[in-house]
């Protein structure tokens, strides 16, 4: 049984990102093929709610062959964006880490319960369990529409 969405959809706008791919990189190193995130959302520090965006597109370099005449979107990436939107609200929200680097630590309790196939925008809402100075713990969940398609903790480590 999923676990309650940390989203209110109804009160979300779908349409306006808080912050584009420029404030993005501020804070995610990851480049080219490896940005996870189109966008974010919301940043709600004072909830330890963020919540961003994925548009999985058919001609995405994993499409053709992940799965071949069925394009799913990879798993592994779902929690790879998940945990590139964990990094960017642990960052935003402490100025004075602006100088480390964030590694992926491990995932817990991770479930995919929904395919998420192109051409689909995956929603990705995460909140902070644990926020220290050299680690954190961030519930996340992933939606295409207002399905819930995964959901597990997310690890990350000051490397």
């Given at each position: 049984?999923?676990?309650?969405?940390?989203?209110?959809f109804?009160?979300?706008?779908?349409?306006?990102?808080?912050?584009?791919?420029?404030?993005?990189r501020?804070?995610?190193?990851?480049?080219g093929?490896?940005?996870?995130l189109?966008?974010?959302?919301?940043?709600?520090p004072?909830?330890?709610?963020?919540?961003?965006?994925?548009?999985?597109?058919?001609?995405d370099?994993?499409?053709?062959?992940?799965i071949?005449?069925?394009?799913?979107?990879?798993?592994?990436?779902?929690?790879?964006?998940?945990?590139?939107?964990?990094?960017?609200?642990?960052?935003?929200r402490?100025?004075?880490?602006?100088?480390?680097?964030?590694?992926?630590?491990?995932?817990?309790?991770?479930?995919?319960?929904?395919?998420?196939?192109?051409?689909?925008?995956?929603v990705?809402?995460?909140?902070?369990?644990?926020?220290?100075?050299?680690?954190?713990?961030?519930?996340?969940?992933?939606?295409?529409g207002?399905?819930?398609?995964?959901?597990?903790?997310i690890?990350?480590?000051?490397?």
């Amino acid at each position: 049984m999923p676990s309650q969405p940390i989203v209110d959809f109804d009160t979300l706008d779908l349409s306006r990102p808080a912050f584009g791919m420029d404030e993005v990189r501020k804070f995610c190193k990851q480049r080219g093929r490896f940005e996870m995130l189109d966008g974010v959302l919301l940043f709600a520090p004072e909830q330890s709610l963020c919540i961003g965006f994925k548009d999985v597109r058919a001609d995405d370099w994993w499409a053709t062959d992940h799965i071949p005449g069925r394009p799913i979107f990879p798993g592994a990436l779902q929690c790879e964006a998940a945990a590139q939107l964990s990094t960017f609200d642990y960052l935003k929200r402490r100025p004075d880490a602006a100088h480390v680097f964030l590694g992926f630590a491990g995932l817990d309790s991770v479930r995919f319960r929904g395919m998420v196939a192109p051409p689909s925008r995956l929603v990705i809402a995460t909140r902070a369990i644990k926020s220290r100075s050299s680690m954190f713990i961030y519930e996340a969940q992933g939606f295409v529409g207002r399905q819930m398609v995964f959901e597990g903790q997310i690890l990350g480590t000051v490397v």
